[in-house]
């Protein structure tokens, strides 16, 4: 009888301490996030401590970089929050025409300040990671993993023209 008590409580010490997922609306998501920054420490690159989690139309894009706010696509957007993992800073971006909702409104995402000027660029650093097509909250699929530098290009949908100046 202790055996099976001694038994139980580790069971119940080992499920306890899971982190839940208090960020996202659905568990596949949190899940999906965690398992890419481990799988880019483990074959893309180990030095990266900032992750970014994007979510455009139908797409999740898991990025990583050495510092925050360094590439080009980090410090252009608004950041919604961020948590830790495994001492990452994983900064979850405000979503831009997204099909679905998936940061949870009362999240408990740590403050990021917005008007962070970008530290020095040294040139090492570069957009990498991965891409999800989202079906659903429950089914993503792997699109592309690894340089991601082709979706971060200039693009015409978000160049703007300069206003015109006052006339006279």
């Known amino acids: 009888m202790k055996k099976i008590i001694i038994l139980y409580s580790l069971l119940l010490c080992l499920f306890s301490c899971k982190k839940e997922n208090e960020y996202f609306t659905s568990d596949q998501i949190y ?14 690159s180990k030095t990266d401590s900032v992750f970014y989690v994007f979510n455009r139309y139908d797409t999740l894009i898991v990025m990583s970089s050495e510092s925050e706010n360094i590439l080009r696509p980090t410090y252009n957007v608004k950041k919604v929050g961020y948590f830790k993992y495994k001492k990452n800073k994983i900064i979850v ?11 949870v409104k009362e999240n408990k995402l740590g403050f990021v300040d917005n008007n962070l000027k970008p530290p020095y660029y040294h040139g090492n650093d570069y957009q990498k990671g991965f891409v999800y097509k989202i079906k659903d909250l429950q089914n993503l699929e792997l699109v592309d993993k690894g ?3 082709k979706y971060f290009q200039p693009n015409a949908e ?8 006052p006339t006279k």
Do not use: A, C, Q, R
């Open 158 to 165: 978000y160049e703007y023209l300069p206003p015109l100046p």
């Open 31 to 44: 899940n999906t996030v965690i398992e890419s920054v481990d799988k880019i420490h483990d074959g893309i």
């Open 147 to 149: 340089n991601l530098m």
């Open 93 to 103: 971006v405000e979503p831009y025409k997204s099909k679905f909702e998936l940061i």
